[in-house]
């Protein structure tokens, strides 16, 4: 990964602030994506590699198009996007409310959307990219409790595998992370009662993030399947 340019989505949470230290510890450059600059900031400092700094409301697609815009004017292409970016709502069907699926929606599935879209523009120009989205296993099994969530999720998947197929002529790969509970900040607003001492780390799932990054040109790690043995889905 080292100089390759790395836009982090959603850079502040677990798992984008994990695959940040990883992606910094080989090299790669790096632009961080959230709303808040405050912790966007502290994150930077930290890291030991070249990062820009990008706040934005991937909600707001002329935002996400200036961010990509703004990383290429700086930086010179985009190489990578990770899609870590998202929240949850755990709540029984009846009493989702329109403000919570809405939530859902506009950050889960067409944040995610926006910045696919945007990133994968460029890297249609460059014919070469990779775009990891972070799904969770909730983007493949349902579960009670998560009918808003599980939908936006279920999005993310369906325009995925669609771009990955008109995208695949440009040289541009598509890797899915279907991850199981990861001990967060995403639990942190969730009222269902969860035992987070038994999820994966925000750590291990970076690292499987990074199996898939630096996968040999020819291969395309198309899925990862990755859940804690105490709460599996087959």
């Known amino acids: 990964m080292k100089d390759k340019v790395v836009v982090v989505v959603g850079a502040s949470g677990g798992i984008g602030s994990a695959v940040s230290r990883e992606l910094a510890a080989q090299g790669a450059q790096l632009v961080l994506v959230g709303r808040n600059p405050a912790t966007l900031n502290v994150l930077a400092a930290e890291l030991a590699t070249d990062t820009l700094v990008i706040p934005t409301d991937i909600t707001q697609p002329q935002q996400v198009e200036d961010l990509m815009q703004k990383a290429v004017a700086e930086l010179g292409a985009i190489d990578v996007l990770v899609n870590a970016a998202g929240a949850g709502v755990m709540k029984q069907y009846n ?65 995925s595998k669609s771009m990955a197929e008109e995208l695949k002529r440009y040289g541009i790969k598509f890797t899915l992370c279907y991850f199981g509970g990861v001990d967060s900040p995403f639990w942190d607003q969730v009222t269902l009662k969860v035992d987070r ?26 899925e990862i399947n990755l859940q804690p043995e105490s709460h599996l889905f087959f």
């Open 197 to 222: 001492s038994k999820m994966l780390t925000p750590t291990t799932a970076a690292q499987a993030i990074m199996f898939a990054l630096n996968s040999p040109p020819q291969a395309v790690p198309l």
């Open 95 to 159: 009493k989702i409310t329109p403000e919570d699926l809405d939530l859902m929606l506009d950050l889960n599935l067409k944040g995610s959307f926006y910045t696919s879209q945007a990133a994968a523009n460029v890297m249609k120009e460059q014919k070469s990219g990779h775009i990891c989205n972070v799904i969770g296993i909730l983007g493949k099994h349902p579960m009670a409790m998560a009918a808003a969530y599980c939908a936006s999720k279920f999005g993310v998947v369906g325009f």
